[in-house]
């Protein structure tokens, strides 16, 4: 299940879904748990792009793309199934907000250069660039009367700004509210109902924050403290309440704030991970004036859908998740912990040699398999600006499944611990960040006798995958193979052939221009040290990412064969047809699942797996 969004009266809930063994969308009835199939192949069989409602809830917009591409356009289903086009272009367009006049739309677009927002008129067809910055806007909203739209973007000539905008519906009369600190980010999150506020989040003070700025007033007033990160989600109609999540650890748990006295409290639901999540338009979590949508998971149970009363704090599941032939109680929990870090671990530097940096408290989580000995997978996440939660992953409970246990680290950069820890991997790709990641494997095998030092692996995807190539090649003294899964190997040919706008605010904002930084770039590419690699690696790739385009795979396998490795012995390589940066397609991860299982079978095996190897 992905994305599911309330219609606009809250009698219907539209949602991704593959109980079929396909991407479909799908109407549930909150009151009774009926599914209706509302599509039959029109939209992609992929979910990785959210949709949004029509005004009248009579239709529903969504992205669609070419085999993972990403380059996706606007299309429109209705409820008898006809699909049609509405916005096309070269580049990449992702759908920003749905008028309540029902004529209106905004989009992102990259089809210029830069992504920039636009306007599309429903009834004649027409788009119009509503704004022409060089760095990306992002979060652009329509105003309950569709007279204007908020939205951030940097106009400063700090990389690390991102503050709110306000501006006319045809673009004009833009302004800066001015709400944080230069240095810091601020975005919108929704309108007050009667248009007169902005709910917003900002994080000069560090952790995130959220606050209501009153137009007419020209000023914020701030909920919260300063203890957790929080980011805000949505007004309720009544526009005196609004919610927010809450970050604890590797927990997310939703909070409500009451405008008119300033408190807030947490909501009553399990431990885990609790969200609203962020739809293409960011709308359709609320049923009533007192009653939402949560998506929640745990790390054994799939996400499943609740509807929650405000008013006396209870909860109904409304959609259960599906598990075949399995249930909870078959999968593995997991241990949050944290371990104390200078970016420096005992294992040898291989790559680059790094004096000690800053000691910080690192978190991460340990799932036992319950082999013994148990192999393990160190599996750090991508982004880098993400991190791990005590979440479901079917990644990690089949890596657990054939005896692998599994660690994940939430290194320096990482998000839900505030600005100055995110700031922490700027100008430091493969530095700290990395030696986090190997002093918590160093940790647990220290901690766990039951965890085989001989057989412990590496596997990530996108900045995971860099991570995973820079593990193999700084460290190899700790891994028995790798796997690097549409990850980044050389920073030159990145920041030259990914997307305009991930250029700008990943490349550039994390390691500078290329001419300006060349050494920092070379020095920091795992192409430079191919000659490091000492353990089997798995390089894997989609042939239509446009994130981390496929030269970034055939550069490191280049390297790999210059340095005098053999493909098929040394290393392995495999490109994905019909596949870009990753997929949530059934059939695309069940063939995701079976290259990670035979190498990992063969090159590092136990008991389950080489079992499941003999078993055809």
């Known amino acids: 299940m992905a994305h599911p969004a309330a219609a606009p009266d809250g009698d219907e809930v539209a949602l991704y879904y593959d109980i079929d063994g396909r991407n479909e969308l799908y109407l549930l009835d909150p009151e009774t748990g009926e599914l209706e199939r509302w599509s039959d192949g029109q939209v992609p069989k992929d979910a990785r792009h959210g949709f949004a409602w029509s005004a009248d809830g009579e239709r529903v917009f969504f992205h669609l793309d070419e085999a993972g591409d990403e380059q996706n356009d606007v299309h429109v289903?209705?409820?008898?199934?006809?699909?049609?086009?509405?916005?096309?272009?070269?580049?990449?367009?992702?759908?920003?907000?749905?008028?309540?006049?029902?004529?209106?739309?905004?989009?992102?677009?990259?089809?210029?250069?830069?992504?920039?927002?636009?306007?599309?008129?429903?009834?004649?067809?027409?788009?119009?660039?509503?704004?022409?910055?060089?760095?990306?806007?992002?979060?652009?909203?329509?105003?309950?009367?569709?007279?204007?739209?908020?939205?951030?973007?940097?106009?400063?000539?700090?990389?690390?700004?991102?503050?709110?905008?306000?501006?006319?519906?045809?673009?004009?009369?833009?302004?800066?509210?001015?709400?944080?600190?230069?240095?810091?980010?601020?975005?919108?999150?929704?309108?007050?109902?009667?248009?007169?506020?902005?709910?917003?989040?900002?994080?000069?003070?560090?952790?995130?924050?959220?606050?209501?700025?009153?137009?007419?007033?020209?000023?914020?007033?701030?909920?919260?403290?300063?203890?957790?990160?929080?980011?805000?989600?949505?007004?309720?109609?009544?526009?005196?309440?609004?919610l927010a999540t809450r970050t604890r650890d590797a927990e997310v748990v939703p909070v409500v704030y009451d405008t008119t006295t300033g408190e807030g409290r947490e909501l009553d639901v399990p431990g885990g991970v609790a969200t609203f999540g962020r739809g293409a338009s960011g709308d359709g979590w609320v049923?009533?004036?007192?009653?939402?949508?949560?998506?929640?998971?745990?790390?054994?149970?799939?996400?499943?859908?609740?509807?929650?009363?405000?008013?006396?704090?209870?909860?109904?599941?409304?959609?259960?998740?599906?598990?075949?032939?399995?249930?909870?109680?078959?999968?593995?929990?997991?241990?949050?912990?944290?371990?104390?870090?200078?970016?420096?671990?005992?294992?040898?530097?291989?790559?680059?040699?790094?004096?000690?940096?800053?000691?910080?408290?690192?978190?991460?989580?340990?799932?036992?398999?319950?082999?013994?000995?148990?192999?393990?997978?160190?599996?750090?996440?991508?982004?880098?600006?993400?991190?791990?939660?005590?979440?479901?992953?079917?990644?990690?409970?089949?890596?657990?499944?054939?005896?692998?246990?599994?660690?994940?680290?939430?290194?320096?950069?990482?998000?839900?611990?505030?600005?100055?820890?995110?700031?922490?991997?700027?100008?430091?790709?493969?530095?700290?960040?990395?030696?986090?990641?190997?002093?918590?494997?160093?940790?647990?095998l220290d901690e766990h006798d039951w965890l085989d030092d001989d057989r412990v692996v590496v596997y990530g995807g996108s900045y995971g995958g860099y991570s995973a190539n820079w593990q193999m090649l700084q460290f190899p003294d700790l891994y028995a193979a790798g796997v690097t899964w549409v990850g980044v190997s050389d920073l030159f040919d990145m920041a030259e052939n990914t997307m305009p706008h991930f250029r700008s605010e990943l490349m550039v904002k994390y390691l500078g221009e290329p001419d300006e930084n060349p050494d920092l770039y070379e020095e920091r590419s795992p192409v430079t040290h191919a000659e490091n690699l000492d353990a089997p690696l798995l390089v894997v790739h989609g042939v239509n990412d446009p994130r981390v385009p496929v030269s970034q795979a055939r550069l490191l396998r280049d390297a790999l064969e210059d340095a005098g490795f053999e493909e098929g012995d040394d290393f392995e390589y495999e490109e994905l047809g019909e596949e870009g940066h990753g997929s949530s397609d059934i059939d695309d991860k069940i063939r995701s699942l079976e290259l990670l299982d035979d190498f990992l079978g063969r090159r590092v095996g136990t008991t389950e797996a080489d079992v499941a190897a003999g078993d055809d």
Request: hydrophobic share 30%.
């Open 77 to 242: 289903i209705d409820r008898d199934g006809d699909a049609a086009p509405v916005v096309e272009h070269d580049g990449q367009v992702a759908l920003q907000s749905v008028g309540d006049d029902g004529e209106t739309l905004l989009y992102g677009s990259n089809h210029g250069g830069q992504m920039n927002v636009y306007r599309h008129d429903l009834a004649s067809g027409e788009s119009t660039k509503l704004t022409d910055s060089d760095r990306a806007v992002w979060t652009a909203d329509l105003s309950p009367d569709c007279e204007r739209f908020a939205y951030s973007t940097n106009e400063s000539d700090d990389y690390d700004n991102v503050d709110v905008f306000l501006a006319d519906i045809d673009g004009s009369n833009a302004r800066n509210l001015g709400i944080g600190e230069t240095g810091a980010e601020s975005v919108p999150a929704d309108w007050r109902p009667d248009g007169d506020a902005l709910l917003v989040s900002d994080n000069t003070t560090d952790v995130g924050r959220c606050g209501v700025y009153d137009l007419d007033a020209d000023e914020v007033t701030w909920y919260g403290g300063a203890e957790y990160e929080e980011e805000p989600a949505f007004f309720l109609p009544d526009g005196e309440r609004f």
């Open 287 to 444: 049923l009533d004036d007192d009653r939402v949508l949560i998506m929640h998971t745990t790390p054994t149970r799939r996400p499943e859908l609740l509807a929650y009363d405000l008013a006396d704090d209870e909860y109904e599941t409304v959609l259960e998740a599906e598990y075949g032939p399995f249930s909870p109680d078959d999968f593995r929990d997991a241990e949050y912990f944290t371990v104390e870090s200078d970016g420096v671990p005992e294992t040898p530097q291989r790559a680059v040699e790094h004096d000690p940096y800053e000691e910080l408290e690192i978190g991460a989580i340990l799932y036992d398999s319950g082999e013994r000995p148990s192999p393990l997978v160190v599996n750090p996440h991508g982004g880098p600006r993400h991190r791990d939660t005590l979440s479901f992953g079917y990644r990690t409970q089949f890596l657990l499944s054939r005896g692998f246990s599994v660690l994940q680290v939430n290194y320096r950069g990482s998000t839900g611990r505030g600005r100055e820890f995110v700031e922490e991997l700027y100008d430091d790709w493969g530095g700290a960040e990395q030696g986090d990641v190997a002093t918590a494997v160093e940790h647990v």
